[in-house]
């Protein structure tokens, strides 16, 4: 069975860091890309960063380039989301979801249950 | 990037109506269009993909449709499971980018 455990979540200061974690297991995460999704409270869906089955793709959002880092261990079965500079406009629950198998991005056939991340002083 | 513009935003239906959700793409994509169901408190879920089939498990009472730049996802015959939000989603090209959702209220 896939499984997608996000962890790491919190009360932040704005300009503070936070460092998310999404530990999969039940499918060889090797072979897969993988993303981080978010939802800010009441609102629709927004996507994050992508990053692929190797790690040597990279995609980020504008919204948060430059502020969050995208990272994976396949050896660890784990994918992460460094989180920098956060803003209150960052409060939101974050998704881990990964991509279907196939070159190029494809959707998100499995989704983590997500972590909430709140940024207020 | 490409814009994608859920319609409608919300609509209130009976069991049994036909249902129809259009998502419409700011440019021409091929069939790179996917559609997630989101129920209170809970993970999207995958739904159906343009570019394959259903996903097992999901009932053959949905189904999606294509005309230029416009994505549809049709529930033949809404049953009381299916409230919820749904979401479209392009992953044509980067930055991915989904629709603003549309609230199905039974």
């Known amino acids: 069975e896939v499984q997608l455990v996000e962890s790491g979540g919190g009360l932040v200061k704005p300009g503070g860091s936070l460092r998310l974690s999404c530990a999969a297991s039940?499918?060889?995460?090797?072979?897969?890309?993988m993303d981080w999704v978010r939802q800010a409270p009441g609102k629709g869906l927004e996507w994050v960063a992508s990053?692929?089955?190797?790690?040597?793709?990279?995609y980020y959002a504008d919204s948060v380039k430059g502020r969050f880092i995208i990272s994976r261990d396949n050896a660890k079965n784990s994918v992460s989301l460094q989180m920098k500079s956060l803003r209150v406009e960052d409060t939101a629950v974050y998704y881990c979801?990964?991509?279907?198998?196939?070159?190029?991005?494809?959707?998100?056939?499995?989704w983590g249950q997500g972590t909430l991340v709140t940024v207020s002083s | 990037a490409i814009q994608l513009t859920q319609s409608p935003s919300s609509l209130s239906t009976s069991v049994g109506d036909r249902v129809t959700i259009t998502c419409r793409a700011s440019?021409?994509?091929?069939?790179?269009l996917a559609w997630y169901q989101q129920k209170p408190g809970k993970s999207p879920k995958f739904l159906i993909s343009?570019?394959?089939s259903l996903d097992d498990g999901v009932p053959s009472r949905f189904s999606v449709s294509e005309s230029g730049t416009d994505f549809t996802l049709t529930i033949s015959s809404l049953q009381p499971e299916d409230f919820g939000t749904y979401y479209c989603?392009?992953?044509?090209?980067?930055?991915?980018?989904f629709g603003g959702g549309t609230k199905v209220e039974i």
């Open positions: 979801a990964r991509e279907g198998y196939g070159s190029g991005p494809t959707e998100f056939d499995y």
């Open positions: 039940g499918f060889g995460l090797g072979n897969y890309s």
């Open positions: 990053i692929s089955s190797g790690g040597g793709y990279i």
């Open positions: 440019q021409v994509m091929t069939s790179t």
């Open positions: 343009h570019a394959s």
């Open positions: 989603q392009q992953f044509d090209s980067y930055p991915l980018s």
